[in-house]
């Protein structure tokens, strides 16, 4: 246990010294637990824990990659050219026994049977191991050959991925991994999804903002996380004891006892509050003076409805739909595997409405890692640009959403939308999908409703564009604000730059509140301000009925609600939308928290 002194020692025996990182707090709550480094070659590879009796097959499946990367080169030898330079032919041979070391071909091996490590997840354990060896290495040519290690278990890897399986679904409960922090550069969101069998109890990171897809999912796992830590992945050690302060994006590495203390004390303070929280479920979320709000989830994939449905959600706000896409080779999922999908969100939901957002592909969600060239994913692309661009895979996804709309009440949103023509194309093709339905007489709500994202600032300017063709609006202020104040979301270099309240972006949500609701049709906010708290306030004085974010945050939203007077919310609410000062906007903002 971290409270063990004795533990907070490296292996020779020697006390560990502590030191605090900053970054950006992007997931609530603290975690105390062991660091597990990610290796950047890992940000590729899955790691879970193999099941007893699938052991032997796993340690096969290494050693058959091994066997080919040896083939490999051999071929590579055989058919080097006749006026190749002699060291070409020397690499090779020193590739070739690097990879017959048992360094390499056994101690992963060893690896898989004991600590029940994936294959590939054993060979870069084994690497890093051997890694931090040469690093200890004085003389230089030798220290150098690090790399041809790497570069051979690179081999090894593309071998393995390749042939690489599904993530099986990890207990959870091995005493082994139930503490441990993963510590990376960077996780893409596909991969941290692969941890949502909550192996791991936080995340660190070197990069990423406070609104990156990842640091999302990090909430949605409702698991503590601090991203934008320069230098964390290199400063922290493999298995040091971390703390992850998430509310203050603080990791502590290898701290004394008495903070320690300090930590788990507030660890059960937090867990009382939640508690008392948890009460709240069954209450409708009504303010003070009697105003009924909509409070919806964002999921990422059906299983989400479960603690959608736990929080009490009225439905769900936005289901980013393209983590069904995600991690799939590029392999897209058919109009059935699809269908499936959205059917379980749905029933899942129990008549509760489902807000299905068509696929948003492209900037820092793409399909594959390995297919990012644009030179500015977040201007390219993306979400339905992309969709237009492909019409024959939007089409097999709005007639699978159409098919779940026979199971319960759906909802089609459409993430990106800028021009009318857009908008147009978009519907034309809902109706289309309609008509193949139809004709294949398959079931489906002829009335379902089609909604446009409010993410794009001309979007926002163009209201009456919108609101005419609409049946509803879903203000996305992740977006909105990268979009508006130019910020590229997930670069931690300017995320200081990210600020919901710039009065530009103020300006541009209250707007599209207002004319929704004059052209008489729902608006929601999706993005993460509709779950901090500290704006919740904020958002109600200028109209908003419909908050969804994910399902974590869902119960200290309502109880914010719940004590919310709009008689006394709305005059200051109307005194920040005066103002295009930042200090007085933020000190208002306070203000309205203490009302
Ligand atoms: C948003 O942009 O606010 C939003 C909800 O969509 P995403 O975060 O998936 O881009
Ligand atoms: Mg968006």
């Keep these: 246990m971290p409270g063990d002194r004795s533990r907070l020692r490296s292996p020779s025996g020697a006390p560990v010294a502590s030191f605090t990182l900053h970054g950006i707090p992007v997931s609530r709550g603290i975690a105390i637990g062991r660091a597990h480094k990610l290796a950047p070659a890992a940000l590729d590879v899955q790691h879970y824990l193999v099941a007893e009796e699938l052991l032997e097959a796993e340690v096969r499946r290494l050693q058959e990659a091994l066997a080919q990367v040896h083939v490999e080169l051999q071929t590579l030898w055989n058919e080097l050219p006749k006026d190749a330079p002699t060291e070409l032919g020397a690499f090779i041979d020193v590739h070739a026994l690097i990879l017959s070391d048992p360094m390499i071909s ?38 150098e050959r690090k790399a041809d290690i790497q570069q051979v278990a690179e081999r090894v890897l593309k071998v393995l991925l390749g042939t690489a399986q599904t993530l099986p679904a990890s207990s959870g409960e091995d005493e082994f991994q139930a503490q441990m922090i993963i510590v990376a550069h960077d996780i893409s969101p596909a991969d941290m999804l692969q941890f949502r069998d909550r192996s791991f109890i936080g995340f660190v990171t070197d990069v990423g903002g406070q609104n990156s ?21 290199t400063l922290i050690e493999q298995d040091d004891w971390l703390i992850i302060d998430g509310d203050a994006g603080v990791v502590i590495a290898n701290p004394s006892s008495l903070v320690l203390e300090q930590y788990r004390e507030r660890q059960a303070v937090a867990a009382r509050a939640r508690k008392k929280l948890n009460k709240l479920k069954k209450t409708p979320a009504i303010t003070k003076d009697g105003t009924e709000i909509t409070l919806l989830a964002n999921i990422e994939l059906p299983d989400d409805c479960a603690a959608a449905m736990e929080a009490g959600a009225n439905g769900v706000g936005l289901f980013r739909s393209e983590f069904l896409f995600m991690g799939r080779d590029s392999r ?6 699809q269908f499936e999908q959205y059917k379980r969100a749905v029933v899942a939901m129990k008549g ?13 969600k793409p399909l594959d890692q390995s297919e990012q060239t644009a030179l500015n994913p977040a201007l390219g692309l ?27 009440k759906v909802r089609i949103l459409i993430p990106m939308l800028a021009h009318a023509f857009e908008i147009d194309q ?10 193949a339905l139809r004709e294949r007489g398959e079931k489906f709500d002829e009335d379902v409703d089609v909604g446009a994202m409010i993410e794009i600032p001309a979007a ?42 710039h009065p530009a972006v103020l300006q541009l949500i209250s707007m599209t509140i207002a004319a929704g609701h004059k052209a008489g049709i729902d608006v929601a906010v999706c993005g993460e301000m509709a779950g901090d708290i500290k704006l919740t306030r904020l958002l109600l004085g200028m109209g908003l009925r419909e908050f969804s974010m994910h399902p974590a945050q869902l119960l200290s939203v309502k109880q914010e609600i719940l004590n919310s007077d709009l008689a006394r919310i709305m005059p200051q609410t109307r005194k920040i939308m005066r103002s295009m000062e930042p200090n007085v906007i933020a000190d208002a903002v306070e203000q309205l928290q203490l009302m």
């Design 332 to 337: 897209i999922p058919s109009e059935d595997e």
């Design 460 to 501: 926002a300017l163009a209201l009456p564009m919108f609101v005419k063709r609409m049946d509803f609006l879903s203000i996305g202020t992740n977006d909105l604000i990268q979009y508006t104040l130019a910020i590229d979301r997930v670069d931690y270099e300017v995320a200081h730059l990210y600020n919901p309240l």
């Design 213 to 233: 897809h990842t640091a999302i999912v990090a909430r949605s796992l409702d698991i503590p996380a601090a991203v934008g830590m320069a230098g964390a992945s």
């Design 106 to 143: 056994e101690e992963p091996l060893d690896i898989i049977r004991t600590r029940h490590y994936n294959a590939e997840w054993a060979l870069l354990t084994q690497i890093d191991e051997l890694s931090a060896q040469f690093d200890e290495i004085e003389d230089p040519y030798l220290r």
């Design 382 to 408: 993306r979400a339905i640009r992309y969709c237009l661009a492909e019409p024959q895979i939007f089409l097999t996804q709005l007639r699978a959403i159409l098919r779940a709309s026979a199971f319960g």
């Design 426 to 435: 978009s519907l034309a093709m809902v109706e289309q999908a309609k008509a």
């Design 352 to 364: 509760r409405p489902v807000t299905i957002r068509t696929l948003d592909i492209g900037a820092d």
